[in-house]
């Protein structure tokens, strides 16, 4: 499946400023499957998921205090596994329902900056509007539901995709019908 905020996501990770992303929109839109086809791509599938909603006990975590090395090999003692700047993912999904590592986000960028960190959330402004948060520590990217676009290439339409991005639509009415259909 294709979708557009991939690409978005590989030109955060290659920008050189790059800061933390807090990748935000509604429930079920696609946010980690999109994190997790990015990570693919991009670090070989080298992702460590903190999922907030799963694993509760992560929360604790954080709970001391913020020190982004601490929390880091902590992280790594619960994966297993070492987590390598520059060579990794960070992905913390459902990240709403822990505030400190909203919090937290800020001292990876200035401590870990060579660390992608991505986090992903819906319902964000209700848990932001309660803490202190990182500003001009972090970058937002919004993901929406599939466009339409991407909607005909994931059903292998992709030459109507084609024809509906290219530009202006002079259709005949059999093509147009075509177009209808998609859209029941």
């Not at 929390?71 to 994966?79: G, K, Q, T, V």
């Not at 990182?134 to 084609?162: C, H, S, W």
């Amino acid at each position: 499946m294709k979708r557009f905020i991939v690409e978005k996501l590989l030109s955060w990770s290659n920008d050189p400023r790059r800061k933390p992303l807090i990748l935000r929109g509604a429930r079920q839109v696609g946010k980690t499957w999109a994190v997790k086809e990015f990570a693919k791509q991009q670090f070989q599938g080298r992702i460590h998921l903190v999922d907030f909603e799963k694993h509760p006990d992560l929360h604790k975590i954080f709970a001391p205090n913020l020190d982004t090395k601490r929390i880091l090999s902590e992280l790594e003692l619960f994966f297993n596994r070492t987590i390598t700047p520059g060579e990794d993912l960070l992905f913390f999904d459902e990240i709403q329902s822990c505030p400190r590592a909203i919090m937290a986000l800020r001292y990876f960028f200035e401590d870990l900056p060579d660390l992608s960190v991505i986090a992903a959330g819906s319902l964000l402004e209700f848990a932001l509007r309660d803490i202190s948060f990182p500003v001009g520590r972090v970058q937002f990217l919004n993901l929406y539901p599939m466009t339409f676009v991407e909607f005909l290439i994931a059903t292998g339409k992709d030459m109507l995709a084609q024809k509906l991005v290219s530009g202006p639509l002079h259709l005949s009415e059999n093509i147009h019908q075509m177009f209808l259909e998609q859209l029941r």
